[in-house]
């Protein structure tokens, strides 16, 4: 079982910074995408950025420039460090893993997730 606890959202200015961080317990061996994702109210989640297992790295465009993502197996962690924040970047944000099985079954694990809230 992984489980996955995030830390780091807040309330912020338009402008300004946070950094969120991901510890994640238990092995996440076949993880194919380890990173962040989001949800406004009334919206679908959206994956912001994202590692991949050959540690490629995904972002939204719509963050690209201002985001960045980054990982530490050793301590089993993942940060999102999110600069010039806009209050559409408003949301909740999920820190995810998503896998195959042997079997060949996808699997995946969402943590509580985390509120981010951008005034303007």
């Known amino acids: 079982q992984v489980q996955l606890v995030e830390s780091g959202g807040g309330l912020v200015q338009a402008g300004g910074s946070l950094r969120l961080s991901c510890r994640y317990s238990?092995?996440?061996?076949?993880?194919?995408?380890l990173g962040w994702y989001r949800q406004e109210p009334g919206k679908q989640h959206e994956a912001v950025a994202t590692?991949?297992?050959?540690?490629?790295?995904e972002y939204a465009d719509a963050v690209k420039g201002r985001f960045t993502i980054s990982s530490d197996s050793a301590k089993k962690t993942v940060d999102l460090q999110m600069n010039n924040l806009r209050p559409e970047d408003t949301a909740v944000y999920y820190c995810?893993?998503?896998?195959?099985?042997?079997?060949?079954?996808?699997?995946?694990?969402w943590g509580a997730g985390t509120q981010v809230t951008v005034s303007s």
């Open positions: 238990g092995s996440i061996f076949g993880f194919e995408t």
């Open positions: 995810v893993v998503r896998g195959v099985s042997d079997d060949g079954r996808g699997w995946h694990y």
């Open positions: 590692i991949s297992s050959d540690s490629s790295l």
